[in-house]
């Protein structure tokens, strides 16, 4: 850690500091000792960035500090106030909202919440560390100190600290900056990012095990199983209190704990387990003996360990005699379900951020890239993933915040949310929300499928009807399908500080429709998804969602059909289909088998999605056991040639590892080899305009292909499903044969507007002919 600044970059006097970190970054101290924290905090980790060009103009009243993004005054003969402290930001976003003052604070794009429990749609949002009008504020004054041993300490001196952020609309520099001054994401281990299977019910040991072979035998794959707090004693003699905090594993349930532990993880399953530890240990724990004589707890009168993970007794058992015996037997991670509160036994220290910051420091000296699954306990959260937003009430409100509620976290760093997919509690039985639900947790950070303890809330895929049931196993395939991908997104985040999931504006800043669609999101860096999060249309039986497409061509990557940018259109979709686009010259590499390939090994096949209209490359990134492989996909799509190549330790490749190539959304193409003999090619499909064609054996890398052909169709034929949705909407046939025309004549797109008002004019929403308004060529 790089707690001390850079010296060249301190201005300071006798009661304040005023720290350079960068040209747009800040950090401005007051205190009335005179004495400044150059210490680690619960937020900030790094000060040193290098020396930073400056201005300094300096007189015996007054203080200006000059850099390329802002101009900082100070009149030294005061405290820090509103007269005494003011900064004027170098950019032009607002007429008058360049110029912040002391005690102000920053309208920003907000960032995230502590949690979503029991919230039916939107929660207040705390404020995140970029705005419109181009600076934001980072508020470390309260923070706990970390020092060398990793642990927290009380400030000895009351101050005043806070860090400036004068990026413009650069977003993504601010976000990086953010992530080298608190603290980087760390790498998730890949199983992750698989499907999670959570319930909150009392299974027994066969019960559970049933239900993971039905989930095999309706191939659906799963990463991780999250036993809830079921899985220990929960019905305790009335002298101990709630049954809610428990360490003992309940024996009529799980006879053999570790041989049912043992069992999960032979079907390729992790296991994290559900704790509440607000109550100590107490006399009824099978760990309690050992905890009772190393912490001098007077058995007699059964004496529980209060918890305070402050003291350094009481952790020292908490993990090494509690946790750890329980982890020997199986236990891969714990899932830390905290809801008492924000008080602990030292003043002004959360307690849910010691659970945090100590049950990740502590799984990391077993497992290098362990994890934990925790509520936001603040800024620099970021630092212990994963998040657990909470128990939210199961309605279409709830639905329809989450997507906007997950990406605007980026905006404070915070990029692995795991939400209850499906919802918590309450709320009504809906199968189409249950599956629009289901079809936001694949394309979110962590798919984890969750509900509360009743018998009407589960969201086995099996419980719905058919068409629903179908459809949410293909999206439960595609997520495993898409772990390749998935898995390089995260290496980005770890390594480069870019989310997965970021709001649309952070690569279009200037454009206000990118700050409108605020369920619409970048899902890594070659596709943005629209989730639907309304019901369907009841005579349409479609919904429909608002997506602004940017600048270039578009392509949805489950039909293929190109939508051209720079344009909002609302789009529809039946229940069982979803809007995500692809841009044009995408890359995305899937696993061809996802149903055969456990979520811990790599896949055998490698499928790349390939679309046409840009020159493009792609790095795969895989690692095993810290050995990591690269593949390097490169589309010149001038020249109409593809080159795949690796670099690292192929031999943690599997032995047998193909590469299929699929280019869609275009014309037939003609594929030649350069350096390989042979490659075996599928018939064009006429139906989605893709051609695929499989490249044997990771010892034939590098390759190179001519692929002559490759290009965008000029003219889309969507008449085939404008028919398709016609004909599901119950509207008069008379009606629907008069629209039926329309589309066969084909008709240019400003006479769609006369025609829409005439509908109207004849008390008919113009929604229904929106339903077939594609502006596609």
């Not at 201005?11 to 950090?27: A, H, S, V």
């Not at 402050?310 to 993990?319: A, D, G, H, L, P």
């Amino acid at each position: 850690m790089k707690n001390k600044p850079n010296d060249k970059n301190i201005i300071q006097g006798e009661k304040y500091r005023f720290t350079l970190i960068t040209d747009n970054l800040i950090r401005l101290e007051y205190a009335e000792t005179g004495e400044f924290e150059d210490s680690a905090t619960q937020i900030i980790i790094n000060r040193d960035f290098g020396e930073v060009n400056y201005e300094l103009i300096e007189d015996e009243g007054e203080l200006k500090i000059i850099t390329n993004a802002f101009q900082l005054y100070y009149d030294k003969s005061e405290k820090f106030s509103s007269s005494s402290l003011f900064i004027d930001v170098r950019y032009n976003f607002a007429v008058y909202g360049n110029r912040w003052h002391y005690g102000e604070t920053p309208e920003t794009l907000k960032g995230t919440a502590r949690t979503l429990d029991e919230s039916n749609g939107a929660v207040e949002l705390e404020e995140g560390i970029i705005g419109k009008n181009g600076f934001a504020l980072l508020d470390d004054s309260n923070s706990f100190l970390i020092d060398e041993n990793n642990n927290l300490v009380e400030r000895k001196n009351n101050e005043i600290d806070l860090y400036f952020f004068a990026y413009g609309r650069d977003y993504k520099l601010a976000l990086k900056d953010f992530y080298r001054l608190t603290g980087e994401t760390p790498l998730l281990p890949r199983y992750a990012l698989g499907n999670w299977w959570s319930r909150y019910w009392k299974y027994s040991e066969q019960e559970y095990m049933d239900l993971i072979k039905k989930f095999k035998e309706e191939k659906i794959p799963l990463s991780v199983s999250v036993i809830d707090m079921d899985w220990h004693i929960t019905d305790i003699p009335h002298r101990f209190g709630s049954g809610w905090t428990g360490y003992t594993w309940n024996r009529d349930l799980f006879p053999d704990p570790k041989r049912f532990l043992s069992w999960l993880h032979e079907q390729g399953l992790v296991v994290t387990l559900n704790v509440h530890p607000a109550d100590g240990i107490r006399a009824f724990e099978e760990q309690y003996p050992v905890v009772a004589e190393k912490l001098g707890l007077n058995v007699e009168i059964e004496e529980p360990a209060k918890f305070d993970l402050m003291n350094e007794k009481f952790r020292k058992v908490y993990f090494e005699d509690v946790h750890h015996p329980l982890e020997k037997d199986g236990v891969d991670f714990w899932w830390i379900d905290w809801q008492q509160g924000k008080e602990s036994g030292t003043k002004g220290l959360d307690p849910l951020w010691l659970l945090n910051h100590y049950h990740y420091t502590d799984i990391q000296k077993s497992k290098k890239n362990g994890i934990i699954l925790s509520r936001y306990a603040g800024p620099g959260s970021h630092r212990y993933p994963i998040g657990f937003s909470g128990d939210s009430i199961i309605s279409w409100e709830s639905l329809d915040f989450q997507p906007y509620f997950t990406s605007t976290a980026s905006n404070i760093g915070y990029s692995w949310w795991s939400h209850d997919i499906g919802g918590h509690m309450k709320g009504i039985r809906d199968e189409e929300l249950s599956l629009r639900w289901v079809q936001f947790g694949v394309f979110s950070p962590i798919n984890r499928l969750h509900s509360s303890s009743s018998a009407f809330t589960s969201k086995e895929p099996w419980c719905f009807n058919d068409i629903v049931k179908k459809s949410m196993i293909k999206y439960l395939q595609l997520r495993h399908a898409l772990l390749p991908y998935l898995y390089t997104m995260n290496v980005f985040t770890h390594e480069e500080g870019l989310p997965l999931i970021l709001p649309m504006y952070y690569n279009y800043p200037l454009v206000e429709e990118a700050y409108e669609a605020k369920n619409q999101y970048f899902f890594g860096t070659e596709m943005f998804v629209a989730p639907i999060t309304s019901k369907s249309d009841p005579i349409l039986k479609s919904s429909s969602v608002k997506v602004y497409f940017p600048d270039g061509n578009w392509y949805d990557i489950f039909t293929n059909f190109r939508y051209k940018g720079e344009t909002v259109l609302k789009v529809y979709r039946d229940q069982t289909e979803m809007p995500v686009f692809a841009k044009e010259g995408a890359i995305i590499p899937m696993d061809a088998n996802p149903t055969q390939t456990k979520a811990m090994e790599l896949p055998e096949t490698i499928e790349w999605l390939v679309y046409p209209g840009q020159s493009n490359e792609f790095e795969l990134i895989e690692d095993v056991a810290n050995k990591r492989v690269k593949t390097k996909f490169t589309l010149d799509y001038q020249s109409k040639k593809i080159k795949v190549e690796t670099t690292g330790n192929r031999e943690i490749l599997p032995k047998n590892r193909k590469h299929k190539i699929r280019l869609n959304a275009t014309n037939p193409v003609s594929i030649d080899p350069i350096n390989i003999s042979k490659i075996d090619i599928e018939p064009f499909n006429s139906q989605n305009n893709s051609q695929s064609f499989l490249v044997f054996g990771k010892d034939d890398l590098p390759i190179e292909l001519n692929i002559k052909g490759f290009s965008a169709i000029k003219s889309q034929d969507i008449k085939d499903e404008l028919f398709s949705r016609l004909y599901k909407a119950e509207i008069e046939i008379t009606l629907k044969d008069y629209l039926w025309g329309i589309i066969q004549k084909g008709i240019p797109d400003l006479q769609f507007i006369s025609i829409i008002n005439e509908l109207e004019n004849i008390g008919l929403s113009k929604s229904l002919f929106e339903l077939m308004y594609v502006k596609m060529n």
